[in-house]
């Protein structure tokens, strides 16, 4: 992969890599917080999935009867 660097030197290169990071900070912020929605969305159907049809066995091994 090539390498790059920014043509903007000094103190106006530092506000460009600071805002290019708060816009980083906050899309990946974003997507985490919508990733964390749909885990928990999926977690309360799994788990109402699992109280209403499944039921603890003592035993593993036993199979469906």
Known sequence: MEKYRLKVPGNMGKKVKNTY?????????LY????NGVVSAYQKVEDA???SFLEKTENQD???K
């Open 49 to 51: 999935f699992v109280e």
């Open 32 to 35: 985490k917080h919508i990733e």
């Open 21 to 29: 990071q708060k816009v980083e900070d906050s899309t990946v912020g």
């Open 62 to 64: 036993e199979s469906d």
